[in-house]
């Protein structure tokens, strides 16, 4: 029942801009787009989410265009630290189900 | 400040016998309460998802169970457990409707089950 579609990995260098894209082709009006970071055996940690146009926060944007169809999280200057697995949701949240896809590994390098 | 805990952090169970794991969430009232599990090296898989007590929507038929005694503790189970269990649990809570940061997901540490 997964709705998104990402890369499945993803490598990149220290200070680098790391963008990830996530399809999500049957995004409904209600839905919001999510963003997770995960690292090994934790629970996923919280990115950013956002409706439309571009949202930023102090670790993140998001950029989402009009038709909504896609979306892509972007990283500035990525440290050894980020790396981790990246999940990106669709979901009504406060009906919220929600199902994650398969994520996309991140491999920043030195 | 909300906090959820879940337990046990990690077990060994052999194939058939019977699993409870255990999450409790504080500093919060009438949560959305989720059960994933993750197997090696893959994705979150929904299993069970409650909005309230004794309400516990199913998502893949299998041999676990999930109770909701309280408003904030949710309960996976199971009476027999096959190989295929093995994976690493996790809890997570998010906030009903009008709240605040409503659509995020907070999760508990995992439980890693190893079935064998």
């Known amino acids: 029942l997964a709705k998104t579609t990402q890369p499945i990995s993803m490598d990149s260098y220290e200070g680098q801009e790391v963008n990830i894209t996530c399809s999500h082709n049957n995004i409904a009006t209600n839905d919001y787009i999510t963003w997770y970071q995960q690292f090994p055996s934790q629970g996923p940690r919280f990115i950013i989410q956002g409706y439309k146009t571009k949202v930023t926060n102090e670790v993140a944007s998001l950029f989402i265009p009009a038709d909504r169809k896609s979306s892509t999280l972007s990283l500035p200057r990525v440290s050894l630290s980020d790396t981790a697995v990246y999940y990106c949701l669709v979901g009504d949240p406060p009906f919220g189900k929600f199902y994650f896809g398969s994520g996309t590994k991140l491999n920043v390098k030195p | 400040s909300q906090t959820i805990h879940q337990w046990p952090a990690t077990l060994v169970q052999p194939v058939g016998s019977p699993l409870s794991l255990e999450c409790t969430v504080e500093?919060?009232?009438?949560?959305?309460l989720y059960w994933y599990r993750q197997a090696a090296g893959r994705g979150l898989q929904l299993l069970f998802y409650s909005v309230g007590i004794g309400q516990i929507s199913s998502e893949v038929p299998q041999n676990l169970s999930a109770s909701r005694p309280q408003d904030r503790q949710f309960i996976l189970s199971s009476k027999k457990l096959l190989l295929s269990d093995s994976g690493f649990y996790l809890c997570?809570?998010?906030?009903?409707?009008?709240?605040?940061?409503?659509?995020?997901?907070?999760f508990g540490e995992g439980s890693r089950l190893t079935v064998l």
């Open positions: 500093g919060t009232s009438n949560p959305n």
């Open positions: 997570a809570w998010s906030v009903q409707r009008g709240g605040p940061n409503t659509g995020e997901l907070f």
